[in-house]
Every structure is written in C-alpha cells, then in structure tokens.
C-alpha cells in the first residue's frame, strides 16, 4: 500500500482494524475511489474523512490488489495459529495441579481451577498482564518448594547484584544473564509499573534519582519477582497496593533528619535542632 501511495497507516491507528480492513478489502475487489473507500470508516474514525481522502489517493492497481490479499491471507493464517495456541495455553492452565494438594492445601474459589486462579492473582500485579503473568508462571513454575525464600528465586533469576571476591577483597558486580524469557517479561512488567500511581512505580521513581534508570528497572523487577513468590507460595495470599506514599509514611524520622541535617551542613550552614512542643 505504500507502494502505491496508500498512506492509510498515517491516518489509521490500527490498520489492520474493522475499518481499515474493510478499505482493504473494498481496494483488492477494484474500489479506486477516495471518497467512497473514506465512507467505510466506522467508530471515531470516522471524524477523519477528509484526511482518510487524502491517504486513500493513490496509484493502486491490480499488480497491489494481488500482492494485499496475500499479505492479508498470511495475516489472517497466523491470527488463527496465534489464536489456537492461545486456547492450547489456556487449556493447559486450566490443568495445571496443585503442588499442594498431597498437603491438603485450600482449594481456589468454586469454579476455578488452580492455574486459572493463580493466573488471575498474577494479573492484579501493577504492570503484569496476563501474557507476561503465563511467561512468569511457565519459567518459573508452580511450586515454590524449590526457592526456599524469595531471595532464592531472585538470586536464581539473577535479579540481585554478584559478588565478586578476588584474595580478601569482595565487590559487586552487575546482575548475571539469568533466565532471558523470565527477564524479559519482567523487565517489560517493570517498564509498566513505572508509569503507575503505584507502590511499584513509587519505587522506579525513588531510584532512578540516584542509581540510573537500568538499575531502577532491575530493582523493581526484583519487588515484582518477590510478589509473584508470595502469590503461588501461599495460595490465600492476594496482592495488596500498599500506594505510592507507602515510604513517605514509613519513613524513619531519626534518618531522615540525620540526612536533612547532613545537606544543610554541606551547604554551609550551622544547624540547631530543637524539639518543638507537645500540642
């Protein structure tokens, strides 16, 4: 299509949607006018008409016409693999058993079945989705008897710094390469939770001030890595936002006057503190 000068994507948020494929379409079955291709538009696109006029006027022929109902052909073939092994995933979670049921563990909720209970716990995690909750659970597994503590999980995903010893001598280093699939999809989960009002993206933005936006990225992947162990550990546990004032709450005031003091005589000043009294 941009061969042919079509430029609907300039217009078109998502041309391969109801809209753009029904232009489509109307292209392959010989439809050449701008303005009738336009009048296909549904939904808000349809506020765009003069400027899908204009993104619809070009040199389309059949030479295109053949060649955009291959493409769409091989679109349409891999939505629906995508589409059944979405069903093969879903069915194999709805299976999925309990590591805990030779201990009598509690049962989910009537109706669901252990994966898809645990799935659903997943997703209420700031920034984990359902696809990175399924990457998450399938590299790492239901059973948490393996990973003693969430340290161990976080040491075993690499997501904590390593230690380096050379003689007497110990530093740290950067995190190791650890599981790529496991990375990924919490680096992504990471990324989102960032953006949050959140407990989550609290944390991104009180650490990236101080130690760059990687590591804050790695540490944030870490505290959602330590949720997940709490989840599929404890089959009762559900997630609970804590809010993005949680530190400022919590905050210790002896330290945090130490520090305030500490800025205060850096820049030159002689400080005195006394307490103020009692209302």
Request: glycine share 8%; net charge positive; proline share 6%.
């Amino acid at each position: 299509m941009q061969d042919a000068q079509i430029k609907l994507s300039s217009v078109a948020t998502d041309s391969l949607g109801v809209s753009g494929r029904a232009m489509m379409e109307a292209l392959i079955a010989g439809e050449r006018s701008p303005g009738a291709l336009a009048d296909l538009a549904q939904g808000r696109l349809t506020a765009k008409h003069d400027a899908l006029v204009e993104a619809l006027t070009g040199q389309f022929e059949e030479h295109h016409a053949r060649l955009l109902r291959l493409l769409l052909t091989t679109v349409d073939h891999l939505t629906a693999q995508i589409a059944a092994l979405d069903q093969e995933i879903a069915a194999t979670l709805a299976d999925l058993p309990d590591p805990r049921s030779v201990m009598s563990a509690p049962s989910p909720p009537s109706g669901t079945s252990f994966g898809t209970d645990l799935l659903a716990r997943l997703d209420e995690i700031p920034g984990v989705g359902p696809t990175s909750a399924r990457v998450i659970l399938a590299e790492i597994g239901p059973d948490m008897s393996i990973f003693p503590t969430p340290a161990h999980l976080a040491s075993w995903a690499k997501l904590c710094p390593r230690t380096i010893q050379s003689g007497a001598k110990s530093t740290t280093g950067p995190a190791g390469k650890g599981n790529p699939w496991l990375k990924g999809a919490l680096g992504e989960a990471a990324s989102a939770a960032a953006r949050t009002d959140t407990f989550l993206g609290a944390r991104y933005r009180r650490l990236v001030k101080r130690r760059g936006h990687a590591k804050a990225l790695v540490a944030v992947a870490r505290s959602i890595l330590v949720i997940v162990w709490h989840l599929i550990d404890d089959p009762q546990a559900r997630y609970q936002e804590l809010g993005p004032d949680w530190h400022q709450r919590h905050l210790n005031p002896q330290r945090k006057t130490r520090d305030l003091v500490r800025q205060l005589e850096h820049l030159g000043h002689q400080v005195t503190l006394a307490p103020t009294s009692a209302a």
